[in-house]
């Protein structure tokens, strides 16, 4: 293969590379912010959940999943129905402790998991930018020697 058609496809990956994995920075950026915490209502919770969110709240339906986010003291509670519609309610500190602790740790934490996203996206940035250099400074060198050896002949 031609060495400039090499040299194109190599700048090709590097920049599609970095363009990817800015394009999950930014898409997972607000997720990350949010913080949320989902629950998936199954057999197992379903009664547990629902009665302990009729304490604070009307449920308008069945429940298909719950979301927890913090918020300055207050917290929000996230409730998704399986017909597809959402419901969301503010409670206080101190209202449904049980259910917010329940999430939490019963849950799947999408800020963490968007955070993680974050991270390895900047791993791989930083790995590329240190791909490039390593094999620009290759290619330097590669053409010096190449030029030295030519000017001694």
């Known amino acids: 293969m031609n060495k400039k058609v090499y040299n194109k496809i190599n700048t090709i990956i590097v920049i599609f590379i970095i363009l990817i994995s800015n394009i999950i920075i930014v898409t997972n950026f607000k997720k990350t912010l949010q913080w949320k915490s989902y629950l998936k209502i199954d057999s197992n919770n379903r009664e547990y959940i629902e009665q302990m969110i009729s304490e604070n709240y009307k449920l308008n339906g069945k429940l298909d999943k719950v979301a ?86």
């Open 68 to 153: 927890y986010m913090g918020g300055l003291g207050d917290w929000y509670l996230y409730l998704y129905y399986e017909d597809g519609t959402e419901d969301e309610t503010l409670l206080n500190d101190g209202e449904g402790r049980e259910l917010e602790e329940y999430i939490v740790e019963n849950g799947y934490n999408e800020g963490l998991a968007s955070w993680n996203k974050i991270k390895v996206s900047f791993l791989i940035i930083i790995v590329t930018i240190f791909y490039e250099v390593l094999y620009l400074i290759i290619k330097s060198m590669l053409k010096k020697k190449k030029e030295i050896n030519l000017y001694e002949k």
